[in-house]
């Protein structure tokens, strides 16, 4: 059995491990609508040559990483399957690809000496769909390292092609990709909470999105700074993160932005128990989002906001101003109304409506609630945001029901999962 050499340099040159790719390949089968059930394994079988022709779906999205032929990858089909054509086309096409895999080194070292740099629309058209790729990823999965520094690369590329003679349109457009790229990476070190690596990632962000004159990527960026300032205990930052991103000039003109910052405002007010500030600030958000179109286009990260995630954030305030039972409420409607594929926040939600459940001492409900949060995420690991917040659940579970034996029964799991994941 002879080893696939040609995926193992794409590989190399691209910078990417097995398990990486097989993320880059789930991201893309996500997106088009399939399971994203590649593994590292299943790369490993391709290194090695056991899996001489993957799956078509497979060999698309690989395609789709690497910007060449599946052939070109050292793929091969079966012999009844090969054509005298196909086997002509290899020596192109391998050169082709080993110019498209080899990153910036290859872009900048032009085939022809003089010859001007090509980076137009299609070059910000492909980093787009990357990068949509990516949140699709996240929706499924939520943060984790190779989320990261797929989302690293792709800014690196972004910022690369900025400097190789485009337009000057074109360039605010690879800057304000590069501010996206960064600003998924910061959230991923967010989602797994590690605040530290979080807030520079922010700062470059932030940098970018004024390079790129993005008032959507600074909204954006805000709004996670106050997410960020919340994870630290620093309430007071959080609001003044919040309102910024409402002072951002996007939410003039698109009132669903608006109702973004008014939400994360009432969140950061709810997490000072400013009861009055919060809830005035969630009828702002209601009242943006009631005059928004949804159907207008947006980036890809925004798809996770709108009537159901608004409704979430309703919980998330009502629960932390001492209202449990209208939170557990909102809770019910938005898991009502949270789509399917995004599992993550729908295990979010999960975990707020077990912690609504248990302010109201409903324990035995609440624990069944809880164990449904592991079922939902089954399958991948639980991003650090949403450990911390079963931990929130256990910490307040004994203290309510310390001698309860359904409390020590999911004491037990939670235990048990913590390990697993």
Not at 383 to 411: C, N
Request: charged share 25%; net charge positive.
């Amino acid at each position: 059995m002879q080893g696939n050499e040609s995926l193992n340099t794409a590989m190399q040159e691209s910078g990417l491990t097995q398990d990486e790719l097989a993320d880059r390949v789930n991201a893309h089968l996500i997106r088009a609508g399939y399971e994203g059930t590649v593994s590292d394994r299943t790369v490993r079988n391709w290194l090695t040559g056991r899996t001489g022709w993957p799956h078509p779906r497979q060999r698309e999205a690989l395609e789709a990483v690497f910007g060449c032929t599946a052939e070109a990858l050292g793929f091969s089909p079966p012999a009844r399957r090969r054509s005298t054509s196909n086997a002509a086309e290899d020596p192109l096409r391998r050169r082709n690809f080993l110019t498209a895999t080899s990153g910036t080194a290859a872009a900048m070292a032009a085939p022809f000496v003089g010859a001007p740099p090509q980076v137009g629309t299609s070059d910000v058209i492909r980093l787009r769909q990357g990068l949509d790729a990516l949140m699709a990823l996240d929706d499924i999965r939520g943060g984790h390292e190779g989320l990261e520094r797929a989302a690293l690369a792709g800014a690196s590329e972004a910022l690369a092609k900025q400097k190789l003679g485009a337009t000057q349109r074109i360039r605010l457009r690879l800057f304000s990709l590069a501010a996206d790229y960064t600003a998924t990476a910061a959230w991923s070190a967010l989602d797994v909470r590690q605040p530290d690596r979080a807030h520079v990632l922010l700062g470059q962000a932030l940098y970018l999105a004024g390079m790129a004159q993005d008032t959507v990527a600074e909204l954006r960026i805000w709004n996670s700074y106050a997410m960020l300032a919340h994870q630290r205990g620093e309430r007071t930052e959080a609001v003044d993160s919040a309102q910024a991103a409402q002072a951002t000039p996007i939410t003039k003109r698109d009132p669903l932005f608006a109702s973004l910052a008014h939400a994360r405002t009432a969140v950061s007010h709810a997490n000072l128990v400013n009861r009055q500030a919060a809830i005035r600030s969630l009828g702002y958000a209601q009242e943006a989002l009631s005059k928004a179109d949804l159907k207008d286009p947006r980036p890809s990260w925004m798809a996770f906001y709108g009537p159901a995630e608004l409704t979430a954030m309703t919980a998330i305030v009502h629960d932390r101003i001492g209202n449990p039972t209208e939170a557990e409420a909102a809770s019910h409607r938005a898991l009502r109304a949270i789509p399917d594929q995004f599992r993550r926040n729908r295990a979010l939600a999960t975990a707020r409506l077990a912690l609504a459940q248990l302010h109201q001492r409903e324990i035995d409900q609440a624990c069944a609630t809880a164990s449904s949060v592991f079922d939902l995420m089954k399958g991948s690991p639980i991003p650090g945001r949403m450990r911390s917040l079963l931990g929130d659940y256990y910490r307040d579970l004994i203290t309510l029901a310390p001698d309860a034996a359904v409390a020590r029964e999911w004491g037990d799991r939670y235990r048990a999962e913590w390990r697993r994941a």
